[in-house]
């Protein structure tokens, strides 16, 4: 791309520059101003990319890279940002109310954190700072914990070094859900410059007493007496060691190695190049320590805490990650097997695997799957006790966190590793057994990554107009779940696709699969999944270019 620098380009940046309260992000931008201007190759290109935002506030939040510009994350675009959710939470009866904020170790974290404070303190709120960087399951326990009308966590969880983002809880302890996202946005577009927008100091900051009343809620999480477990982890440089550390310690969890390269905070991820449990070479180092450790549990968390991640060692000595609806499976079945709830309800997306609900039907519990999306599973209904989604959400604990939690999902998970380790069994002979008694599920995903996103648009219209009869040698019929989501559901005997646009990134992605019922060798059944889950793939995979 070429890019000119038109007068309306170079006075829309002259007019943020003027408008930008950080003095570092305002020499940011002058320089590519003036390269541009000079007639530097590419300034121009830069200068557009970053004055083409603002940022799209969805009901993830703000999600972006650090710097200068309404196309970035940077004080400016978190001060206006919060002047919106200001306007926006008065508009809904809140004012004075209170409103934690929290944040990551990531860069700007610090810096945007203190904005948003001050500009709820200057709106009337009576603002509450977590001391310091954690993760991002504790903010969501403190909202429901302090009785706030909203919670802010500045994070971006475990997207790439370069980016930060602004996550927004609401008065539930969950996820904004439509309309709330929309009424955010507008409140955003009609804030003032953000020079203009008041800020004040006079955020309470939190002590200790809150991590330690999170603490305490996920020490009553293991459900039996076993102690006896060895547990390697790694937090890949986010900010979830100590807390994780701290867990452990409060259970009795005393066998604990953490990979050290990787267990202090560091924005910059020296070790992972994408900071992703799920990205492949993300866990080398954890599942090196396993071995060494001679662990019976391997944990990765992301950089925020919100997601765990389980390693398992095969019947041959080496190790892997279990793909996360293995995890969800699993966990699921723990929870149902040692629920105290009379009418429990457990529950996943439409894209995770549909094993869950065979175990729920084998403890005559309830079921339902929702959209994608942590923000709609929290509210799948009366009774919750445990949700999962295939990318390494867990929600084990609803009733004090309204969201996905690592910390909890991996003490749980190693209360878990115990009680088997002491029946002389392991995590993988659950699934085994689950496999045996419910079918084996294996589960795949296609991602189309486009520069174009019409391109989204032209295929999804094209499976609409042209559903295809068969998929992978298999005949299929088509569900269109419009208008509530920008979905189609594919289902033939034994196997489901999914495909929808991604919400957070340019790609378009198809999750696959084939569900083979076990008759005889475990193994067979196994190895047949694979063959026509393989078969699937390639059919998706011609379909969509």
Known sequence: ???????????????????????????????????????????????????????????????GPVRAGPNGMNVAVVTRTTAGVAAWLTAQGHS????????????????????????LAAAGFAVKTLPGPLPTPVLAFAVLELGAVAGIQITASHNPPADNGYKLYDATGGQIVPPSDGQIERAIEAAPPAISVPREPGAEVLGDELRDAYLAKVALLPRGPERAVKVAATALHGVGAETLRAAFERVGFTELSLVAEQSTPDPDFPTVSFPNPEEPGATDLLLALASEAEADLAIALDPDADRCALGVRERDGSWRMLRGDETGVLLGWHVLSTVDSTDPLVAT???SSSMLGEVAKE?????????TGFKWLVRAGEGLVFAYEEALGLCVNPGFVRDKDGISAAVLAAGLAASLRAAGRGPLDVLDELAVKHGVHVTDQVSLRVTDLSVRERLMAGLRATPPASLGGTGVTMEDLLPDADVLRLTGEGLRVVIRPSGTEPKLKAYLQIKEPVTGDLAEARAAADTRLAALRADIESRLV
């Open 1 to 63: 791309m070429t890019t000119s620098l038109t007068s309306d380009l170079r006075d829309r940046a002259f007019r943020w520059i003027a408008d930008d309260p950080d003095d570092d992000s305002r020499v940011e931008l002058q320089n590519i101003l003036a390269r541009a201007m000079g007639g530097e190759a590419g300034a121009a290109d830069e200068l557009a990319d970053r004055m083409a935002g603002p940022l799209e506030f969805g009901t993830a939040g703000l999600r």
């Open 96 to 119: 004075g109310g209170v409103v934690v904020v929290g944040r990551d170790a990531r860069h700007g974290s610090e810096a945007f954190a203190k904005a948003a404070a001050e500009v």
């Open 349 to 351: 997306t439409i894209v």
């Open 363 to 371: 403890f005559g519990a309830r079921y339902a799957e929702t959209l």
